[in-house]
């Protein structure tokens, strides 16, 4: 195979391909399976695998998400790509001959399939986390998982079409936020193969994409609610239905001058999501997230980002009118924030 720039900075570092193919060729079917409310990165990926299934003559591959797409940049690119997603409670697993996970690696964690679905194949940049799987790639010193997906489809010989190339490369773009958090030598190679053949026309519409009122409304509320201690800024912003307001607004208060790290947190359903964000190199955010709320419900990631859900139940019955009870939910996880920052810093 000719040499590529992601062939060179992969070089000894690769996946087994050989049994990753002989689990596709031997398969009829394929369920590309999303995290929870997937971003451009998990999308992509799930394409891009799906894309591959059909090269290797999968009669049926489907892309299975849960909870929502409510972010507008991730909407936009569903509709401007023509993503057929299907919704993860209208998938039978055990009907496919092959179960994917894609940019996660665990049933039950941050997906709505039920804990003990093992998954054949996971591919994967996140820290691994009891991995199962008869078959498994989690490298997390490459910055995307959709750069791993390209050269997937660059080892298997699998063609790259434009609407692959755009989907990955937008992935890479949104997952580093434009080569600026987290990216790697791999990014950016994976950029020079995909960038010749991709719509950046379409990219920079897609980035572009406009903010929803509600987005506005949550980000103006982060900014609002937010407490500050030290270098450190925690904001609570309610009740929303649009839970990816969260990452931006973390993204958004840690441009705040003398701020390093931030978490938000928000009522969606009867869970409460957070997100979270730094950029001191002494913090390792997902593990500082596990540390606060790893007992109490689902939370980890990565150095600088990471996320988590806690049952809305973890304080116990509140029956209070609503705005009392927020405040109480409000208080709690503050603490546990600050308190666990305490640690780390202290």
């Not at 030598?185 to 950029?191: F, V, W």
């Not at 053949?197 to 409304?217: C, G, H």
């Not at 509320?221 to 450190?232: E, F, H, T, W, Y």
């Not at 869970?271 to 955010?285: C, D, E, G, M």
Request: contains cysteine; aromatic residues 6%.
């Amino acid at each position: 195979m000719r040499q590529t720039p992601l062939s060179t900075v992969f070089d000894g570092q690769e996946a087994n391909y050989e049994a990753f193919s002989t689990l596709l060729s031997e398969a009829d079917s394929l369920l590309a399976v999303c995290h929870d409310h997937p971003d451009p990165d998990c999308l992509s990926s799930a394409l891009a695998l799906s894309n591959i299934g059909n090269a290797f003559d999968i009669s049926a591959t489907e892309i299975g998400y849960g909870g929502g797409i409510s972010h507008q940049q991730n909407r936009a690119m569903v509709n401007a790509l023509d993503i057929d997603l299907t919704p993860i409670e209208n998938c039978s697993p055990d009907e496919y001959e092959v179960v994917a996970f894609v940019d996660h690696g665990v049933s039950d964690r941050n997906n709505a399939l039920p804990n003990g679905v093992a998954p054949d194949i996971v591919v994967d940049h996140h820290p691994p986390d009891e991995v199962d799987a008869k078959y498994a790639d989690v490298r997390t010193r490459v910055g995307s998982t959709a750069t791993l997906l390209t050269r997937y489809t660059e080892v298997l010989d699998v063609e790259i079409s434009e609407r692959i190339a755009t989907a990955l490369l937008f992935g890479i773009h949104r997952e580093t936020l434009d080569f600026m958090r987290g990216a790697t030598t791999y990014e950016h190679a994976a950029a020079c193969t995909l960038r010749p053949v991709a719509n950046k026309d379409l990219i920079s519409t897609l980035s572009n994409s406009v903010f929803t009122p509600e987005t506005l409304d949550g980000i103006g509320n982060a900014i609002l609610n937010r407490k500050v201690r030290g270098s450190c800024l925690v904001s609570f912003i309610g009740q929303i239905t649009e839970r990816d307001v969260l990452p931006q607004a973390a993204d958004y208060l840690l441009q705040l001058e003398g701020i390093s790290t931030t978490a938000v947190y928000g009522i969606v359903a009867d869970q409460i999501h957070l997100s979270a964000r730094t950029s001191n190199s002494r913090l390792h955010v997902g593990n500082l997230l596990d540390d606060a709320f790893g007992d109490i419900g689902s939370a980890g990631g990565h150095h600088d980002m990471a996320g988590g859900r806690l049952p809305v139940g973890f304080l116990g019955e509140v029956d209070t009118p609503d705005d009392i009870a927020d405040d109480l939910i409000d208080r709690s996880v503050r603490k546990r924030l600050f308190d666990t920052l305490d640690e780390w810093t202290g």
